[in-house]
């Protein structure tokens, strides 16, 4: 299991400085690009909120769903004191049947290499395409594979000071898995209040992911219009410099 509630307490502030709101910028230039206007918008893997709730204050219909209660439980808080409207769900989005359609979807930071086997990841993208409209859009980001082969992951540490009574320190290890096209992430979390300390761990499996392949599940899926671009960069084309790629499918 990731995102216990543990490593999901500390979440928010692992990832404190990332840019929300640029990144919303960058999916509306997205529907831009493709001259669609959406009213409604799917999240799926939406985790504490951070894209759902700048899109709902953008006036989207949200929802959102992922399937750590305790990530959507911090969700649900952030929305209540922000006075937003938006449905955050719990649920597997492998598995997950919805009955509704949207006119756009979204799995943002990195959700699609959670998927690390194929069942998975095309069961996603089933979701997806049943999920949508005719002509809707599904967008996501991942780490591409050449990119990640090109700039391995190594071992880091991060630390967070809350107050001056409090702080958190997380250590990262990156270990391949070449035959599986696999990063298992070990995380282990220290929380240090006062003179109590608290450890954490967990293995987060990421996939990285290839163009064609990835092009193969969305056309199984009965995507037709399929577009590849580095994450944040539209008019740029992917190369093997780029860690995250953001992917396009109509």
């Known amino acids: 299991?990731?995102?216990?509630?543990?490593?999901?307490?500390?979440?928010?502030?692992?990832?404190?400085?990332?840019?929300?709101?640029?990144?919303?910028?960058?999916?509306?230039?997205?529907?831009?690009?493709?001259?669609?206007?959406?009213?409604?918008?799917?999240?799926?893997?939406?985790?504490?909120?951070?894209?759902?709730?700048?899109?709902?204050?953008?006036?989207y219909d949200i929802v959102g769903i992922d399937r750590s209660i305790h990530m959507l439980n911090i969700a649900k808080?952030?929305?209540?004191?922000?006075g937003l409207e938006a449905e955050l769900i719990?649920?597997?989005?492998?598995?997950i049947v919805l009955n509704r359609k949207f006119d756009a979807i979204i799995s943002m930071f990195a959700v699609m290499s959670y998927q690390i086997n194929n069942s998975l990841l095309s069961s996603v993208c089933a979701l997806?395409?049943?999920?949508?409209?005719?002509?809707?859009?599904f967008m996501f980001d991942c780490w591409h594979g050449?990119?990640?082969?090109?700039?391995k992951p190594?071992?880091?540490?991060?630390?967070?000071?809350?107050?001056?009574?409090?702080?958190?320190i997380r250590f990262t290890q990156p270990e391949f898995d070449m035959l599986n096209h696999i990063v298992n992430i070990n995380f282990k979390v220290w929380k240090i209040k006062d003179n109590n300390f608290n450890e954490t761990d967990e293995i987060h499996p990421m996939r990285f992911l290839f163009p064609q392949e990835i092009k193969y599940f969305l056309e199984v899926a009965g995507f037709k219009d399929i577009k590849f671009c580095p994450f944040l960069n539209l008019e740029k084309d992917l190369s093997y410099n780029d860690w995250n790629m953001m992917v396009i499918g109509r």
């Open 1 to 59: 299991m990731v995102f216990n509630e543990e490593y999901s307490s500390s979440y928010d502030y692992f990832y404190k400085d990332k840019d929300y709101e640029k990144e919303c910028d960058f999916l509306e230039s997205i529907f831009e690009k493709f001259s669609y206007k959406p009213k409604t918008i799917l999240d799926i893997g939406c985790g504490t909120g951070g894209h759902a709730l700048v899109l709902a204050k953008r006036g």
């Open 77 to 82: 808080q952030k929305k209540n004191e922000l």
């Open 90 to 95: 719990e649920g597997d989005i492998t598995k």
């Open 128 to 137: 997806a395409k049943e999920s949508l409209i005719p002509d809707g859009l």
């Open 146 to 151: 050449m990119g990640v082969l090109n700039d």
């Open 154 to 168: 190594v071992p880091k540490i991060k630390e967070i000071k809350i107050n001056n009574r409090e702080r958190i």
